[in-house]
């Protein structure tokens, strides 16, 4: 299995603990999506359009491994997944997906997200502040967010903990 540290889900999950947590199947679906989305970064850094990173973590990265091609398809598989598993993990829980979906989303889209950074990654003229913000700290403060509310954190504590 491959190694490491998985910093995200388990700051979900601290947060998560932190805020009273009342369903640890929803809390641990909330961690396993963000760690499917950091995942599906990865894969996606990795090709050759933008990084050309020939190994992950010792391993050959995944499209030099499969090629370019089912690369892209697996880390758009992982995008896909990463919603799945979010949803699924909410079913007890509907009221609270909205929120959680709204923060997931805004952790890998634009204008500050994982694909604002890897935009930014191509024009390197930009703020190198900016892209570390929205390539990095994005998904951090998606999982610090997510993990309050997937507690049922409610108000200005946990919004806080996500402030850009």
């Not at 990463?82 to 923060?103: S, W």
Request: net charge negative.
């Amino acid at each position: 299995f491959p190694g490491g540290a998985r910093i995200r889900p388990k700051l979900t999950l601290a947060v998560a603990s932190a805020c009273g947590e009342d369903d640890p199947g929803l809390t641990d679906g909330v961690a396993a999506a963000i760690e499917l989305l950091h995942c599906a970064s990865l894969v996606h850094d990795d090709l050759p359009c933008f990084d050309a990173a020939e190994t992950r973590r010792g391993q050959p990265s995944v499209h030099c491994a499969f090629g370019e091609r089912l690369a892209v398809l697996a880390g758009d598989a992982l995008i896909v997944t990463a919603f799945e598993v979010l949803g699924a993990a909410a079913r007890r829980h509907p009221a609270r997906l909205p929120l959680l979906m709204r923060t997931v989303t805004q952790g890998v889209g634009m204008p500050m997200g994982i694909v604002a950074g890897q935009a930014w990654e191509c024009e390197p003229q930009l703020s190198l502040v900016d892209y570390q913000r929205a390539k990095t700290g994005a998904l951090f403060a998606a999982a610090t967010m997510a993990g309050a509310q997937a507690a049922g954190a409610d108000g200005a504590p946990w919004r806080a903990l996500g402030e850009r």
